[in-house]
C-alpha cells in the first residue's frame, strides 16, 4: 500500500497565485516524521520542512506554509504569492522507524509550474 | 549544517561495465547510509540500507548481486552497478543519518546520474 500519497501529478499557476500541495500519509506508528522536500531540475533534494507526530502545529516560514491534520492523515503544502523560481517537483515524505533504520516513504511528487 | 557528497555527479558508460558511485559525509559520523533511484519524472525508490560495519539490507525487488553496495567507514558508502545495462540508468541519491533520532539528522546527497549506452 502507498505510504505518501500525493494525489496532484502536475499543477500550473501564474506568479502570485496561491496554490496548496496536497499530501497523505498512511502509518500505523504513533511517532512518525512528515517532511517536504523540493527537487528543482538540478535533481539535488532541498529541505524545506520536518514535522513531528506529536507536533500538529501549522508552520509558516516567509512565502511557504503547512497544515498538518492527524484526523485526516494529512499535511498539505501551500506557496503564497507563487514565483517562478517555486517551479520545480515538490515531494512529501513519511519517516517511520524512528530508533532503527529511519526509511523514508517519499510521495510521487507534484511538479508545479509556476507561469509568468 | 551538514553535507553529504555523491561521486561522480554524472556517470556515462557502456552495457556491461561496472559503475562505482561513491557516499560521502563530510561533517559527521554516518551510522547509517540509504540508496536511492529515481526514474526520469518518477519518485525516488529506496534500493537499499547501508549500515557500517555489515550488509546491507536491500528493498524486495532490488538485486543484491547487481547493486552491491558496502559501507566501510562511518563517512563512506559506496554502490557498484555491476554489468551495467540501459535500463540501470537513473538517477542515484544516497544519504545519510547520524544515528540515535536518526528522523532528525538524515541528509540527502546531491545525485549521480548514470547513462548506460
Known amino acids: 500500500a502507498q505510504k505518501v500519497t500525493q494525489a496532484q501529478t502536475e499543477i500550473s499557476v501564474v506568479e502570485k497565485e496561491d496554490v496548496t500541495l496536497d499530501c497523505v500519509y498512511e502509518?500505523?506508528?504513533?511517532?512518525?516524521?512528515l517532511f517536504w522536500y523540493k527537487q528543482p531540475p538540478s535533481g539535488e533534494l532541498v529541505f524545506l520542512i520536518r514535522?513531528?507526530?506529536?507536533?500538529?502545529q501549522n508552520e509558516i516560514s516567509g512565502r511557504y506554509s503547512w497544515n498538518f491534520q492527524k484526523s485526516t492523515s494529512s499535511f498539505n503544502f501551500t506557496i503564497t504569492a507563487s514565483q517562478v523560481v517555486d517551479s520545480a517537483v515538490y515531494f512529501c515524505a513519511l519517516s517511520e522507524d524512528l530508533y532503527n533504520f529511519n526509511k523514508f516513504y517519499f510521495g510521487s511528487g507534484t511538479k508545479l509550474n509556476v507561469k509568468p | 549544517g551538514a553535507v553529504v557528497s555523491q561521486h561522480p555527479s554524472r556517470v556515462i558508460c557502456k552495457s556491461g561495465t561496472s559503475v562505482k558511485i561513491e557516499c560521502r559525509s563530510l561533517d559527521f559520523q554516518a551510522t547509517t547510509m540509504f540508496w536511492y533511484r529515481q526514474f526520469p519524472k518518477q519518485s525516488l525508490m529506496l534500493m537499499a540500507t547501508?549500515?557500517?560495519?555489515?550488509?546491507?539490507?536491500?528493498e524486495q525487488g532490488v538485486e543484491k548481486d547487481k547493486f552491491l553496495i558496502n559501507h566501510a567507514s562511518l563517512t563512506l558508502s559506496t554502490l557498484t552497478v555491476t554489468s551495467a545495462h540501459p535500463e540501470d540508468s537513473s538517477f542515484y541519491i544516497c544519504?545519510?543519518?547520524?544515528?540515535?533520532?536518526?528522523?532528525?539528522?538524515?541528509?540527502f546527497g546531491p545525485g549521480t546520474r548514470l547513462t548506460v549506452l
Open positions: 502509518t500505523r506508528d504513533t511517532t512518525y516524521y
Open positions: 544519504s545519510a543519518g547520524a544515528g540515535g533520532r536518526v528522523a532528525d539528522t538524515q541528509y
Open positions: 547501508s549500515n557500517e560495519g555489515s550488509k546491507a539490507t536491500y
Open positions: 514535522r513531528n507526530s506529536f507536533d500538529e
